[in-house]
Every structure is written in C-alpha cells, then in structure tokens.
C-alpha cells in the first residue's frame, strides 16, 4: 500500500527557492571580477591600489554606522563591497586617493544609510559617490591616462575623441580594453563576461539590460546614418561607461521598478538620456546621469504600470 502524499497547504506566494542578498551580492563580485582584473592588467598596481582603498573604506564606513545606529554587523551581505568595488571601477585610475576614499564614504553614508540602509535607498549608491565626487573635484574625474604609460601620459578617452575630435578608436582595442577611462570601464569583453555570468546567475534581470541596448543600439543607428561623426552603434555599446551600467547598477533592485512594464520604460529612458548627452551635451558621457535620473523616476514608474487588480479597473484601485 502506497504512503499517503503530504500536502503543504499555504498561502500565496508560493516560492520556489529562497534567494538572499548575499548570493546576489557574491554573484555581483564575481561578475565585476573580469573588469576588475582587466584594469589592474592594463593600469598596474595604482588600479590594486584603488580597488583596495574603496573597498576597505565602504566597509569601515559600513561598520561604523552599524555601531552608531545600534544595528547588527551587515558586512555579511556584502552589499557594502560590492558598493566600494562599483565607486573603484567608475573612478579614473589617476584619481588621488583621498578623492576615491571620499567618493566611497559618501556613497555608504548618504547613498546609502541617509535613505534607511539597504533596500531603502533612492539611487545607486556607488553613482551618487561618483556624482559628489565630479561636483568636488571635476578636474580630478576628468584626468584619464593612457593604459600604455600610465605613470606618464594623460589621454583622452574615445568617447571624448568622438565627440570632440570626430576620431574613432579602433573596435579591437575598445573589446580589449587598451583604451584610457574609469578602471572599469575600459574592457568590453570583461564586462560582457560578467554581464551574462549575472544574467545566468538570474541575480539581474534580462528586462533592463535589453531594452537599454535595443534603445541605444536603434537611436546611435539613425545618428550614424544622418551624421556619420557620431559614431558606429557598435562603437556606442563598446566604449564609456554603457556595458558597466547596463548591468551593473541600471539592474540594481533597490532602485529599478518592480512591476515588468515599468523595467523595459526604465531600461528605454535610460538609454534614450545618455544617448541625448552623447549627442546634445558638453558632456562625452551620460551613463550616470541618465541612470541616477531614472532612479529618480522609479516610483512614478511604479505608480502607473502597476497590473490592474482582478475584477477591478484603474478608476476603482485610486478610490479604495
């Protein structure tokens, strides 16, 4: 006689599997491992050194708010390193290291614990580092190197020869990653590497990423067909910051919409901002901007693609 099959009767949602920040946090690291190997291949010891400081600083930072809010030691979620990993590979190698100590600190303590710690946050912490630190030290996030002679030639990057010389740096070296800019933004390979790695993973969604892409890749083909000066979009996806964003802080859970509409409509804008500052601005690059913008957005977004309740149209869901 068969054993009787025991039924667990509860409530919905029935979930599948229980998913912690921590593994999502590690599957981030892993995935930023390739950039960041690559840009201590290409810059030497100054980029060890950078990774190293942020790190270690967004975690003292971590741990000293821990103790001063009376909260339990988070260090275990490794949220905190992979925000000081993110504010190392967003920063030129060059930058003095008080400037990268800062830009994590401020990352930590206002982009991050201000809004209420993790979960609570507004924007991407590791952007709003990077954005303090361009309003206090512009010189300081302007001043790039060249991954040959890094102790010796400042180089613009080739997103700032496109658009202020109309030179185009080659696609193997853009691929590659021998090319000046932040530390992690200079291999394309790497970041596509870690980009999958974290799509297989399914600690980023695929919503964001592709529809940044389709929309960078449909607008950057129109503006090469009008002007050939503004660049290939192959050249467009490959250089900057866009890989880096795309799926490394545009995925950030804390700060996208949760609904599945409203992450294709962030992921769009997105890309339609920083293809607008590529094109119409002073500015060579538009990933930070265009993303903390759109985190900005998020509950507005939220608000209007949330599904309708069964039985229930718009109307009646605003008045209960």
């Not at 967003?90 to 400037?99: H, Q, T, V």
């Not at 529809?211 to 129109?222: A, P, Q, R």
């Not at 996208?256 to 119409?280: D, E, H, N, Q, S």
């Amino acid at each position: 006689m068969s054993q009787p099959v025991k039924l667990i009767v509860s409530g919905s949602p029935h979930l599948k599997e229980r998913v912690k920040t921590s593994h999502i946090m590690r599957d981030v690291i892993m995935g930023l491992i390739p950039a960041a190997g690559a840009s201590i291949y290409f810059f030497g010891i100054s980029a060890a050194i950078l990774i190293f400081n942020c790190i270690v600083t967004a975690l003292i930072t971590e741990r000293i708010i821990n103790q001063i809010r009376k909260q339990k030691n988070s260090l275990s979620d490794y949220s905190a390193a992979v925000t000081g990993l993110l504010v190392a590979l967003i920063l030129p190698p060059s930058i003095a290291w008080y400037g990268a100590t800062m830009g994590a600190v401020f990352a930590i303590l206002v982009g991050k614990h201000l809004f209420g710690g993790l979960g609570s946050n507004i924007f991407n912490p590791a952007l709003l580092g990077r954005a303090f630190l361009a309003a206090a030290y512009p010189k300081m996030l302007t001043t790039y190197i060249s991954p040959s002679q890094p102790d010796a030639i400042t180089e613009a990057t080739p997103l700032m020869l496109q658009k202020f010389s109309h030179k185009l740096t080659s696609l193997d070296k853009l691929f590659l990653g021998d090319v000046s800019g932040s530390l992690g933004e200079t291999s394309a390979i790497c970041l596509l590497v870690g980009g999958v790695y974290l799509l297989l993973r399914k600690s980023a969604g695929w919503r964001i990423p592709v529809s940044l892409l389709v929309t960078v890749i449909l607008i950057s083909t129109v503006g090469y067909l009008i002007n050939p000066n503004f660049g290939a979009p192959i050249f467009h996806l490959l250089a900057g910051g866009l890989l880096l964003g795309t799926f490394f802080m545009a995925t950030d859970p804390a700060t996208t919409p949760v609904t599945i509409k409203g992450r294709f409509i962030f992921g769009a804008t997105c890309g339609i901002l920083i293809m607008l500052i590529r094109y119409f601005s002073n500015l060579p690059e538009g990933v930070m901007y265009s993303i903390l913008f759109c985190n900005a957005l998020v509950p507005l977004i939220n608000r209007y693609t949330r599904p309708k309740a069964f039985g229930r149209g718009r109307k009646d869901e605003r008045s209960s």
